[in-house]
């Protein structure tokens, strides 16, 4: 046996660059959706999303009322955004709409007329599967459907309704699309963010999976488009809990290991992922994390699937080609284990720190934000107040429908929130607050989040009046890097939070720290550092629950358990100076009802029949702060 295979084989099984430096300057929060359909999207409107067009989405991001497309009732949200991104999927973007309305441009093609014929058969879905089998590459896109002359018209709509919503100090809306990358069914979708307005989103029609399904073909694209364009982009990988394992690979496209450059160029273009969303939470899985109690959280159980393919090695044939019988045996062995590591956050996040150990540089150091992934138009993350994935599945009666087989409405979550530590409220300042990586997720709760880390900070500084202040002075804050400990002393993180104004107490505040040991393997550990209603950590540093108060017959709950704030100074007391390490926070809020026992309570049904407990606990998820020595 290679002794030196089995150590990486080991690293990448159980589990860099210096980031942007936040600026002393005052930060503000502000709330948004970085992934939102609207009818444009072809999938969106096959699923009953007639109406709720771009200008939709803006309004009802911005608050105001609107009709839902489904079941067209007058809907608002409870709280407006300040930011938004309408990231309709790029491939065929708004051909189906113009195919339903009659648009000759595509209406009058030899393809437009035989799905026009299959729409009056109610044949929509083979019309459906043929644009996913073109997505998926098991058919060459058609030129009928894929058309430059089209794809700019659209393009220029969707760029249309972004500036004329856009008010900057007011309201930002952000230019967007996503990229559909799905080899073989595994999901590496991004969501592509573009700095600038119509002006220079003019010189360039949108990339997409069709023209490349490879992530760094993408990314040369980007680095080309932002010179000819002048302007800034940003990818952000999302749900990666259905990937596969290849959102965050060991292995590049062709099937080579993750190099320094490989490395470097995905941190330029991909500083935050979208770890949190409708289709489930993608911080880690019960299996990865059997010590952690909360980590069996919104667990989405459903991969796509592409009939009659076989999913690639996550090695690829090129890496296990040059190993010895025993070795390839050994890592095909593990290989459910490698792809769980890369579909979650945490083990990524890990998976970067034996990366960089290996090859120098950390493709995974990553910030974290959350987002809806709605095809609705609406960004509805509220439990009380969520219109479903899909329009379809936006009322009571057909969430216990699939949304797609064997996937019913009642399994979506209502979630998450991109939060944002800018200077201003503009495309720039939210553009550039998100490449430095100061930004957190929630799951749909507006928790307002703070954590610096510092190798100066005092207890007393808990209790500060202007904690970021105090914070950037003396520290970095998420997103940021500690390195070189001054006579090896442990970090000090000072982290406040506070509950959402209309919304639940908070149940505690954790540090999740993952680190490599002497051997150069990666391990995890979650730390209770702030617990509300006075309750401390025993020996093993577990805390008692805090209790739940809500009535499953009514949905009602009361603020009688938990604080509304809590914060905390909190020092590493298993750091080691010489090991690399990142710490970020986890806010839990107390129990409260999922969106799913409004629904059995108004159909008068028992919550079990909907196959999802009858309440949660929501949350937040700082960015990290990583230690390098």
Do not use: C
């Not at 210096?18 to 969106?44: F, I, M, N």
């Not at 694209?221 to 990666?240: C, K, M, R, Y």
């Not at 499953?552 to 007391?573: K, Q």
Request: hydrophobic share 35%; net charge negative; glycine share 8%.
């Amino acid at each position: 046996m290679n002794k030196n295979l089995a150590s990486i084989a080991a690293a990448i099984v159980a589990g860099g660059f210096v980031g942007l430096t936040a600026q002393a300057q005052e930060t503000k929060l502000y709330w948004g959706d970085t992934h939102l359909h609207s009818s444009y999207s072809p999938d969106a409107y096959l699923m009953q999303n007639r109406s709720a067009d771009p200008d939709t989405a803006y309004r009802y991001a911005k608050g105001y009322p609107v009709i839902h497309p489904y079941h067209r009732a007058r809907i608002q949200i409870g709280t407006p955004l300040d930011f938004l991104v309408l990231s309709d999927h790029g491939e065929f973007m708004g051909v189906i709409p113009m195919l339903f309305q009659g648009d000759p441009r595509v209406a009058t093609s030899e393809t437009g007329k035989r799905y026009l014929e299959w729409i009056e058969q109610g044949r929509e879905i083979e019309m459906f599967g043929e644009l996913i089998a073109q997505v998926n590459k098991i058919v060459p896109p058609n030129p009928d459907l894929n058309n430059p002359e089209i794809n700019a018209s659209v393009w220029g709509d969707i760029m249309t309704a972004a500036d004329r919503h856009n008010e900057p100090g007011k309201f930002t809306a952000f230019m967007g699309w996503e990229w559909s990358s799905t080899p073989q069914g595994q999901n590496l979708h991004r969501v592509l963010v573009m700095k600038g307005d119509k002006s220079n989103g003019s010189n360039f029609i949108p990339y997409t999976s069709l023209d490349s399904d490879k992530p760094e073909d993408l990314w040369a694209w980007l680095e080309q488009t932002s010179v000819t364009a002048g302007t800034d982009f940003l990818a952000i990988p999302h749900n990666s809990n259905i990937s596969g394992g290849l959102m965050f690979p060991l292995v590049d496209s062709n099937g080579n290991g993750v190099s320094s450059d490989y490395a470097k160029l995905r941190m330029r273009w991909e500083p935050v992922v979208e770890m949190t969303q409708i289709k489930g939470d993608s911080e880690t899985h019960p299996r990865l994390s059997p010590n952690d109690e909360f980590a069996d959280y919104e667990t989405y159980e459903h991969l796509i699937a592409v009939e009659g393919v076989e999913a690639p090695s996550m090695f690829g044939e090129g890496f296990l080609g040059t190993l010895s019988e025993e070795d390839r045996a050994l890592l095909e062995s593990q290989e459910q284990r490698v792809i769980e590591n890369g579909d979650y956050a945490r083990t990524a996040l890990m998976r970067g720190l034996v990366l960089e150990d290996r090859v120098g540089a950390n493709p995974y150091k990553f910030g974290m934000i959350g987002s809806t992934d709605s095809h609705t138009a609406m960004a509805s993350a509220e439990e009380d107040n969520f219109h479903g994935k899909m329009a379809i599945d936006s009322t009571p009666e057909t969430k216990a429908l699939d949304v797609i087989p064997g996937t019913p409405g009642f399994d979506m979550g209502a979630a998450g929130l991109a939060a944002v530590w800018a200077t201003e409220n503009t495309r720039e300042g939210i553009f550039e607050a998100m490449q430095r990586k100061e930004v957190y997720a929630t799951t749909g709760p507006r928790i307002e989040l703070r954590f610096f880390g510092s190798f100066e900070f005092r207890n007393r500084d808990a209790n500060a009046r202007d904690i970021a202040s105090v914070g950037y002075s003396k520290g970095v804050p998420m997103g940021g890097d500690l390195t070189a400990a001054p006579n090896s002393r442990a970090p000090s993180f000072l982290i406040r939070a506070v509950r959402d104004p209309v919304g639940a107490n908070l149940d505690r505040i954790q540090v999740v720290k993952g680190w490599l040991n002497d051997e150069g393997l990666p391990e995890e550990h979650v730390y209770n550092v702030a617990m509300s209603d006075g309750r401390t950590a025993d020996a093993d540093g577990k805390v008692a629950p805090v209790g739940n108060t809500v009535d499953i017959s009514t949905g009602n709950y009361s603020n009688s358990i938990g604080d509304p704030e809590l914060a905390v100074v909190w020092s590493d007391p298993d750091f080691d100076a010489e090991k690399r390490a990142f710490y970020y926070v986890r806010v839990l809020q107390i129990p409260t009802p999922r969106h799913t026992l409004y629904d059995a309570i108004a159909l008068g049904i028992p919550v079990e029949e909907t196959g999802h407990p009858a309440t949660i606990q929501e949350r937040a998820y700082s960015s990290p702060i990583w230690y390098t020595p």
